[in-house]
């Protein structure tokens, strides 16, 4: 038997998540706890270039 209960927009998830600087909804990806495109990520990584290897520390503490 099919699930008639019905959807509404308070229980949907939209993915992909736009881009939590910029609002942009291409290639975005989690990048330390934030949701993030590849153009803020590449901004972040030019003026901040320790925050990507910070970024690679934390998740790898989280897989162990």
Do not use: W, Y
Request: charged share 20%.
């Amino acid at each position: 038997m099919m699930n008639k209960e019905i959807v509404s927009d308070a229980n949907v998830v939209k993915f992909p998540r736009p881009c939590a600087f910029c609002e942009s909804t291409e290639h975005v990806q989690l990048f330390a706890g934030l949701m993030l495109c590849r153009s803020c990520q590449e901004n972040i990584k030019i003026t901040n270039p320790g925050l990507f290897a910070t970024n690679d520390q934390i998740e790898q503490k989280a897989q162990d």
